[in-house]
Structure formats: structure tokens, C-alpha cells
């Protein structure tokens, strides 16, 4: 296959229509093509009948449209699915679908590994080579609609949620998660809910002001600890951008978003005797004072090579009681597909050449 030609996957929806405009096309040939692609699943031009055959020549002569394949599976007792899926330079990330009964959502992954390095987490433990394209992104949910059903399709149950929160930090992509994120908003594309995609990052706070009223899908925080000190340790990108940084940053955010309907989902990954006691709950209350959320806790997912334990329920319980006295809204994340290392922080993928000192700074999105 010839290198050369234009890869259709890696545009957004208004590229597209500027592509076909400098082709002498009409721009709404883009939403022919959206519509073919991401709710048919369909990447071969001369199946899409409602193309010129001269048109549908000229673009099998330019372009192509192709994603990353999957190269395994593997299916969980509760039903969660892991796709390894591989990008043709000797890397492999990962994917993950979690079924529910009124749900299919989907965690995907943005970089290749991660570089901002918490410490208790697989992905980032393995390093961090590169940034995924925009084909590299959505084709893991057009991948994965190819196993579950894409939307014409009423027999099946097509993907409802995405969430970027697989390997990789979304923020320190944001070219490329911008546009993934105008291809699953896009009526002709996904056609998702604004309040159905979910970024989730680790605080990089200029970036969070940075698309604050310009980007606007759901914002969930990774924080996993109620102080700078312990958050240092935890989340070495905080020692860049400190705990009151960041949550100025949602802030600015939350004010100028509709998706979040108001609040942003705070990330809190309980790790035993780490950042689970009652008094960091309690100082985990007055920090979220005046933020307005919804808290997520994680019970810590154990994987290899980690010191990090899981705590008991009744410490699990205890730090939740704290919070939910105190009025937030508070749910206990059910570990799902722990069993194939799918759950939370349990990504590992295959990154090639590890970059030991990459580094984190806002300037590389």
C-alpha cells in the first residue's frame, strides 16, 4: 500500500470537508463519507453507492481509510472485553469495552504508555514512547464497534460511552484528542452525547484553561490524594502544577461547559494505608468544599511489580462514609475485568524504545 496517500481516518469532520473542497468536490461529500465510515462501519470506496463512480476512483487512486487491527482478545467472567490492537511499528496499546445493561462503554487510549508516571499505576510504569494519531484514537472505537455493532444497526448494541482513560495522558495530546472528540460529538460520525464523552486527566492545568469553552465533553480529575505532599508522591505531575492549580483550572472549566452539567467527577484511586485513613477522607471533604463534583472511589487494582495494596472493604467503607456524610455524591467503583488486567490503572500494552526522561510539559499538546 502506497505511504503516500491520505489517510481519511485521521481527519475531523471539518478537515473532511476541506479536503473534498480541494479536490473540487462540494464539502458535504464529507458527511457521505462520515456516515459510511463510523455508522456502517464501511472502509471500501467502491461500496458506497451514493459516490460518483469517478469520485469513488479519485479516492481509492488518494486515500485510504484504515485504523489499527486488533491482534487479541480477551473476554472477562463479567463480560468485559481487552483488545490489544496493533499500530504496525511494533507497538501494541490497549482497549477496553464494559458492558452493562443499559450501557457499552468504552476506555481508550491516547498516548503510547505515559509519561506522567503514577506511581502506582501499569501504564505508567512501562514508560512513554509517542502520542497516538487521530486514527490511531478513533479507530479503536471503530475497531471495537466492529465487534459490538455500529448504529445503524438495531440489533445490536452499539457503543453509548467513551471514555479517555486508558494508557497515556489525553491533555498532553490535545490536537489529536480534539479532534477525536469532533468525531464522536458529529451527527455524521458517532453522533455521542457531549455528556457521553469523558477526558479524564491528571491535572495539567494549563490545558485544562486552555479548552475551557472550547472543548466540551465531561472532565473527570484524577486526584488520589487530599494534599500536595502525598500527591507529589503519587502523581509527580503535581509537583508541576499543584493541587490549587489544578482545581482553579476545573473551575474555569466547569463555568464554561454544559456537558459536566455542572460539576466534574473527581478520580480517587484508595490505596491501602496510603490515602484511605478517615483523616485524609476528612481532609479530602474540605478540599472538595467548593468544587462541585461527584467522587469516584477506586478500590486499587493490584498488578505485578507493585507495592501498592488493595484495602479492605471496611477501610474501603469507612472513607466512604466520610464523604457521603458530608453530602457529596459518592460512588464505589466495581472492578471490572480485573481478572485480565483490564480494570483501572492495569493497562500495559507493548511500548517499544521507552523514553526515560520525556519530558512533561504542556507546550509538547
Known amino acids: 500500500m502506497s505511504t503516500d496517500k491520505i489517510n481519511l481516518m485521521n481527519l475531523s469532520p471539518a478537515e473532511l470537508g476541506e479536503f473534498f473542497v480541494s479536490i473540487g468536490e462540494k464539502s458535504f461529500r464529507s458527511q457521505q463519507i462520515l456516515r459510511w465510515v463510523y455508522q456502517f462501519g464501511e472502509t471500501d470506496f467502491d461500496k458506497m453507492t451514493n459516490l460518483r463512480k469517478d469520485l469513488r476512483a479519485k479516492l481509492k487512486e488518494s486515500c485510504v481509510i484504515t485504523a489499527p487491527e486488533i491482534v487479541s482478545e480477551q473476554v ?16 501494541l496499546v490497549e482497549t477496553v469495552l464494559i458492558p452493562e445493561e443499559d450501557r ?24 512513554f514512547n509517542r502520542n497516538l494519531t487521530v486514527n490511531e484514537i478513533i479507530g479503536q472505537v471503530f475497531r471495537a464497534s466492529t465487534r459490538v455493532g455500529f448504529s445503524n444497526n438495531q440489533e445490536q448494541k452499539p457503543i453509548s460511552n467513551v471514555v479517555m482513560m486508558g494508557m497515556g495522558e489525553p491533555l498532553l495530546n490535545l490536537a489529536n484528542v480534539t479532534k477525536v472528540c ?3 460529538l458529529s451527527d455524521y460520525a458517532f453522533a455521542l452525547s457531549k ?41 509527580p505531575l503535581n509537583e508541576k502544577y499543584p493541587i490549587a492549580e489544578v482545581l482553579d483550572s476545573v473551575r474555569n472549566y466547569l463555568d464554561k461547559s454544559n456537558a459536566n452539567c455542572g460539576r466534574v467527577t473527581i478520580e480517587y484511586v484508595l490505596l491501602d494505608h496510603i490515602n484511605d485513613s478517615i483523616e485524609q477522607a476528612e481532609e479530602l471533604v474540605r478540599l472538595l468544599r467548593t468544587i462541585p463534583c461527584k467522587v469516584n472511589l477506586i478500590p486499587f487494582n493490584e498488578h505485578e511489580n507493585s507495592e501498592y495494596r488493595k484495602p479492605s472493604n471496611s477501610r474501603i467503607d469507612r472513607f466512604y462514609k466520610v464523604l457521603f456524610d458530608a453530602g457529596f455524591t459518592v460512588i464505589k467503583r466495581t472492578t471490572r475485568g480485573d481478572e485480565i488486567s483490564a480494570a483501572c490503572g492495569q493497562l500495559a500494552g507493548q511500548v517499544k524504545d521507552k523514553l526515560a526522561k520525556q519530558k512533561i510539559n504542556a507546550k509538547t499538546c
Open 195 to 235: 455528556r457521553r464523552v469523558t477526558v479524564s486527566t491528571s491535572g495539567v492545568a494549563p490545558v485544562i484553561n486552555k479548552i475551557a469553552g472550547k472543548l466540551d465533553v465531561a472532565l473527570a480529575l484524577s486526584l488520589h490524594a487530599p494534599n500536595d505532599e502525598l500527591r507529589n508522591i503519587l502523581v
Open 182 to 184: 469532533e468525531l464522536l
Open 104 to 127: 457499552n462503554t468504552l476506555c481508550i487510549s491516547t498516548q503510547v504508555g505515559c509519561p506522567v508516571k503514577c506511581s502506582f499505576c501499569r501504564t505508567g510504569a512501562q514508560g
Open 76 to 91: 472477562a467472567s463479567d463480560g468485559t472485553t481487552k483488545w490489544a490492537l496493533d499500530l504496525g511499528d511494533g507497538q
